[in-house]
Every structure is written in structure tokens, then in C-alpha cells.
């Protein structure tokens, strides 16, 4: 079984950037998408980026242009650039491996996650 460990996370000031990193254990050309979600007390695990084979990507509606997700097949990782973060992304952030390209479902294999906090 694959594990995906992320780094990355921590504090940052409003306004800032961000740049998540997930480092599958074994290949990752075996699943049909990649990810990153996300989840704060009391609220469900939301898809913040995906990227499926072929490289088409999707993002949760509040995203906005801000991030941007890709990935490195030689390297076995996924990334996850972040700017113009507001206090609303505090949220512990998941990387996830599936073999499905339905990115929308709490599916997969999951990282331990990475607190990211933005303060104002």
C-alpha cells in the first residue's frame, strides 16, 4: 500500500502564499487522480484541488484562481501552490490517492495532513 506524507503547512499572515508537497512511498502512476482536500472542526472533508491522468485539474468553487495543483510522476508527488490565502483556508489539508476519477467522493488513500493556519 502506497503511504503519502505531506509537508509544508504552517502559519502564515493573510494575503500570503503557501506551497503544499506530498510524497507518495511508491509510484503513483497507478492511480487515476490525485489530491488535496481539506477539513476543519465540524465540517466535512472538502476537495480543494485534483488532478486526474492527463493533467485535467479541478477546484472547489472557493478556490478562485488562487491555487494551483500539479504533479510529478518521476518524483512520486503531488503539489499544491497556494496564494492569496484568507483566514477562511485554516484547515488541515489531505493529500489522497485514488483510483477513480471521481474527485468529488471521501475516497481513497489519505495522507496524515498538514495544519495550514492563516491569521489576519
Known amino acids: 500500500q502506497v503511504h503519502l506524507v505531506e509537508s509544508g503547512g504552517g502559519l502564515v499572515q493573510a494575503g500570503g502564499s503557501l506551497r503544499l508537497s506530498c510524497v507518495a512511498s511508491?509510484?503513483?502512476?497507478?492511480?487515476?487522480?490525485m489530491g488535496w482536500y481539506r477539513q476543519v472542526p465540524g465540517k466535512h472533508r472538502e476537495m480543494v484541488a485534483s488532478?486526474?491522468?492527463?493533467?485535467?485539474?479541478y477546484y472547489g468553487d472557493f478556490v478562485k484562481g488562487r491555487f494551483t495543483i500539479s504533479r510529478d510522476n518521476a518524483a512520486n508527488a503531488v503539489y499544491l501552490q497556494m496564494n492569496s490565502l484568507s483566514p477562511e483556508d485554516t484547515a488541515v489539508y489531505y493529500c489522497?490517492?485514488?483510483?477513480?476519477?471521481?474527485?468529488?467522493?471521501?475516497?481513497?488513500?489519505w495522507g496524515q495532513g498538514t495544519q495550514v493556519t492563516v491569521s489576519r
Open positions: 489522497n490517492a485514488r483510483e477513480t476519477t471521481e474527485v468529488w467522493a471521501d475516497y481513497g488513500t
Open positions: 511508491g509510484s503513483i502512476l497507478g492511480f487515476e487522480a
Open positions: 488532478i486526474i491522468t492527463g493533467d485535467t485539474t
